[in-house]
């Protein structure tokens, strides 16, 4: 499995899902199925790399916004829920985080975290085998990438096409 394999069978998934997550979830799950366990396991491989790649502290800024809620739990799901969205979202966030206006709904902010699609590998390693692996790519480590938000920045300069697109969260 390498990267451009990883991003092509999330891509078909999502594709196939309609825009569905957890449909998603359950195609990509299924499609990992008729893999090897090294290719399994090499899917997780990427993922973690994936989500750390995302952790960023202005990605963490732009999801408090987005999601309304904030935590450390909150953000590994946002960061899942990104990837999910594919490889060109996923770059593009990561370069500039306001550019997630094009594929937000402002009646739907609150699904742009969605954990159940971090587990799509351990998945199909136990639909395939009966049991969890023995080891499998452990999550993350170490502090977030980068610097987020200066004191005196608000959310509408740092994020101006996603301001004006989402209602305000209370707490902004």
Known sequence: ?????????????????????????????????????????????????????????????????????????NFLNFRVWLISRGKDVFTKALENPDSLHEILDPQSREDASYELFSYIALKAYVAKTGGPPATFPGPFAGTPHGKGLDSNQSIQEAFPNLYSKLVECPEY
């Open 1 to 73: 499995m390498n990267i451009d394999m990883f991003w092509e069978l999330i891509e078909k998934a999502k594709q196939e899902a309609n825009g569905s997550v957890e449909k998603q979830t359950t195609i990509l799950t299924d499609i990992l199925v008729g893999f090897e366990l090294k290719n399994i396991i090499e899917f997780e491989a990427l993922f973690v790399q994936k989500q750390d790649e995302a952790y960023r502290l202005l990605l963490w800024d732009v999801c408090e916004f987005i999601t309304c809620v904030g935590g450390e739990q």
